[in-house]
T-cell receptor, first 112, second 113 residues
Framework: GENVEQHPSTLSVQEGDSAVIKCTYS??????FPWYKQELGKRPQLIID???NVGEKKDQRIAVTLNKTAKHFSLHITETQPEDSAVYFC???????????WGAGTKLIIKP | DSGVTQTPKHLITATGQRVTLRCSPR?????VYWYQQSLDQGLQFLIQ???????AKGNILERFSAQQFPDLHSELNLSSLELGDSALYFC????????????FGPGTRLTVT
C-alpha cells in the first residue's frame, strides 16, 4: 500500500529565513497532497493542498511543489515568523474513494 | 472553531477500565475519522466511518471499537485500558474521504493511571 515518508523530523531555522519540508510517496496513483499544521496543544488544520494536475501552488508565504516523476512534494515557507512554529504533517491520497496516508510530521522551530 | 465537537475534553481513568469518547461531525459531513496522538508523536489513524458504515481500519487495537450512529455522531470505545493508551484522541470529519479536507475536533486527552 501507499507509504509517505517525511523529512526532516525536526527543522530549526532563524526567523526570517525559509523552511522546506519534503515528503515522498510510494504509490504513483496518488493525486492529492495536503499539508496540515498543528500548533502546540491544538488541532491539526489544513494549510494548503495540491492536486497532481499542477506542479506548484502558492498562498502568501507558503507554497507547495509537486514532482510526480520523483514522487515527492515539498512545503516551502518563506520569511518565517514565530507563529510558524508548529508540527507540519504531509499526506497523500489516490482519490475520493481512498484513504489519506499521513507522514510522520516535522517539528518546525523558529529561532528569534 | 472547526465545527467538530468532542467530549469529554479530559478523561482520567485507571488501568483495566473502559471509556467512551464522543464526536459530533460538522453539519453535512458524512465521514468521521478517529486518530490517536501520543506525546510528541504523529497522527495514528484508527478507523473511519462513512454514513454509518465502517469504511477503513488503521492501527486500531482489538480492545478498541467504534461506531457511527444514524445522526452521524460517532463514539470510540476503549476497553481494558493500559498505561500506553494515554494519548490525545482526535476525531475529524469530512464530506467524503481521500481528497476532501478533514476538519479536526479539539481532541480528548485520555490519561490512564
Amino acid at each position: 500500500g501507499e507509504n509517505v515518508e517525511q523529512h526532516p523530523s525536526t527543522l530549526s531555522v532563524q526567523e526570517g529565513d525559509s523552511a522546506v519540508i519534503k515528503c515522498t510517496y510510494s504509490d504513483s496513483a496518488s493525486n492529492y497532497f495536503p499539508w496540515y499544521k498543528q500548533e502546540l496543544g491544538k488541532r491539526p488544520q489544513l494549510i494548503i493542498d495540491i492536486r497532481s494536475n499542477v506542479g506548484e501552488k502558492k498562498d502568501q508565504r507558503i507554497a507547495v511543489t509537486l514532482n510526480k516523476t520523483a514522487k515527492h512534494f515539498s512545503l516551502h515557507i518563506t520569511e518565517t515568523q514565530p507563529e510558524d512554529s508548529a508540527v507540519y504533517f504531509c499526506a497523500a491520497s489516490k482519490g475520493s474513494n481512498y484513504q489519506l496516508i499521513w507522514g510522520a510530521g516535522t517539528k518546525l522551530i523558529i529561532k528569534p | 472553531d472547526s465545527g467538530v465537537t468532542q467530549t469529554p475534553k479530559h478523561l482520567i481513568t485507571a488501568t483495566g477500565q473502559r471509556v467512551t469518547l464522543r464526536c459530533s461531525p460538522r453539519s453535512g459531513d458524512l465521514s468521521v475519522y478517529w486518530y490517536q496522538q501520543s506525546l510528541d508523536q504523529g497522527l495514528q489513524f484508527l478507523i473511519q466511518y462513512y454514513n454509518g458504515e465502517e469504511r477503513a481500519k488503521g492501527n486500531i487495537l482489538e480492545r478498541f471499537s467504534a461506531q457511527q450512529f444514524p445522526d452521524l455522531h460517532s463514539e470510540l470505545n476503549l476497553s481494558s485500558l493500559e498505561l500506553g493508551d494515554s494519548a490525545l484522541y482526535f476525531c475529524a470529519s469530512s464530506a467524503d474521504q481521500g481528497t476532501y479536507e478533514q476538519y479536526f475536533g479539539p481532541g480528548t486527552r485520555l490519561t490512564v493511571t
